[in-house]
């Protein structure tokens, strides 16, 4: 006979209980500031950049927090591995409260960097926490709920990350004008109060608790412990196969997301340009200028700061065919065509205010996209399956990418680019929390869901940094920004 849950009709949130309500929350919640942190990241990694690296060029800033973002991404990778590991051995719950405190911590003192190398240090610990936390968080939803309510329960689980995306990129646009960019890891430090919390109140789920005595009694006979033994993973031949076909799915959609779905704040500097009342009063006199003479004149009377913009709007922002090398930038007249492209350059531009405002408004467009594409994958997946949920998203993910980066170029776009942007690179991640835990037995679910989750960052973790050099080495070789080529090709 079917389980009796299987006859149950009611929507999957009727069907918990008050403790299972309880640990769903603590997950979420968990979960959400893992998210939280990412956002605060990936959405101040501009600003981080030019503070710690204030005399370099836009394209070696980028370069650099690639270095930060595969430092960050391995962190997420070992953590995943560690904290797996401690998981299945030592339980869901101490686990999970352990991982929010190291990354809360860590997430703090990145806020006191001083060079990147030392950002760099401070996201790879904070990474460490990161990575364990969802494998701890989705095995422990994974074990409490109801059969029926669990793929459900999952997709919003990893539905509600957008929420703390979103609460990322709110910090943003608060604390960022008031106390800079550190202001905003020294709020993410906040979470380490809820690891007291998680540590007295939850406890483990009875699966593992009966796993537990069964490996407990298993030595006591003699034999191995079998719990979170990742060499299980590939001697056993059908969880050989589950860890190939997760590991697969993960790398697929981690590099994608990383390595160019979460570049969105540079997509959004690539396209539009930063300039001051005063400057845009400058530069709107040379593309006004009537005559060569008149040009040169109000070229060089621009102070040094301006002038080091002028040379990046003609040398890096105009297409191929109009550019102007940089090293006769400040010598060089320009023809009718391209004191039209400069116009237009600055009819887009924003004051550092305004684009602060922008790139949240996007960021949040691309967060509230996301969390419908991971609810649509969890109500699909129940509907036609997993594998066609997933062939689904990742052809969606992949359009996404496309659309984002080819056809960005107008404000108003970012009304309908930048959801579509969220809902197909973020979808597929409601399928791992649904997807990985069911590939493997109770005393290795956190182990295989961790491995599978997070080794993939381990691949994954080259898209930044070379995502960094294919950008620069494209770059003024097509009409395209190289850029923009870099993350298609992604």
């Not at 409260?97 to 190291?102: G, K, N, R, Y």
């Not at 994958?377 to 949920?389: D, K, N, W």
């Not at 990742?394 to 056809?407: C, E, G, P």
Request: hydrophobic share 50%; net charge positive.
């Amino acid at each position: 006979m079917a389980p009796i849950d299987a006859l149950d009709n009611r929507p999957w949130w009727r069907m918990l209980n008050g403790y299972q309500w309880f640990v769903f929350s603590l997950a979420a919640l968990g979960w959400m500031f893992d998210t939280m942190d990412g956002q605060i990241f990936f959405a101040s990694r501009v600003d981080a950049m030019k503070t710690l690296m204030p005399d370099v060029a836009f394209d070696v800033q980028t370069k650099y927090g690639g270095y930060v973002t595969t430092l960050f991404i391995l962190g997420w990778a070992t953590g995943g591995l560690i904290f797996g590991t401690i998981g299945d051995k030592f339980g869901r719950a101490k686990t999970m409260a352990m991982t929010i405190f190291v990354y809360s911590i860590f997430t703090g003192l990145s806020g006191i960097a001083h060079n990147w190398q030392e950002f760099g240090l401070y996201r790879f610990l904070t990474g460490v926490g990161v990575g364990g936390e969802f494998a701890a968080g989705a095995s422990l939803v994974a074990e409490v709920m109801p059969e029926r309510a669990r793929a459900s329960a999952l997709g919003m689980l990893q539905a509600l990350s957008a929420v703390g995306n979103v609460i990322g990129i709110g910090l943003l646009s608060v604390i960022t004008p008031r106390w800079g960019w550190q202001g905003l890891y020294f709020a993410g430090a906040f979470p380490a109060l809820m690891a007291v919390f998680v540590q007295l109140r939850l406890k483990e789920p009875e699966k593992w608790v009966a796993a537990r005595k069964a490996a407990d009694a298993a030595i006591k006979a003699g034999a191995k412990s079998t719990l979170g033994r990742i060499s299980e993973l590939f001697t056993n031949p059908k969880l050989r196969r589950n860890t190939f076909v997760g590991l697969a799915l993960g790398i697929s959609g981690i590099l994608g997301l990383w390595s160019v779905g979460y570049y969105s704040p540079e997509l959004i500097n690539n396209s539009f340009a930063v300039v001051s009342p005063e400057s845009r009063v400058a530069f709107d006199g040379i593309a006004a200028a009537t005559t060569p003479e008149e040009q040169l004149a109000k070229i060089a009377a621009l102070n040094p700061a301006d002038s080091k913009q002028y040379v990046n709007f003609v040398s890096n922002r105009f297409p191929k065919s109009a550019a102007v090398p940089a090293a006769a930038a400040l010598t060089t007249t320009l023809n009718a065509p391209q004191q039209e492209r400069l116009r237009g350059l600055l009819s887009n531009s924003f004051t550092q205010k305004e684009m602060i405002a922008f790139r949240s408004k996007g960021l949040l467009l691309q967060q509230l996209g996301g969390f419908t594409g991971m609810l649509l994958f969890g109500m699909l997946a129940v509907r036609i399956g997993r594998r066609a949920t997933f062939a689904i998203s990742f052809l969606l993910a992949y359009l996404s990418v496309f659309a984002a980066f080819m056809f960005f170029y107008r404000p108003e776009q970012v009304w309908y680019i930048f959801p579509f942007l969220g809902l197909g690179t973020m979808a597929p991640l409601s399928g791992y929390s649904i997807y990985f835990p069911e590939l493997f037995p109770t005393r290795l679910r956190t182990t295989g869901t961790g491995f599978c989750y997070n080794v993939g960052r381990y691949i994954a973790a080259v898209g930044p940094t070379a995502l960094g050099g294919l950008s620069a080495g494209l770059q003024g070789q097509y009409e395209t920004s190289g850029f923009r080529l870099a993350a298609i090709i992604f």
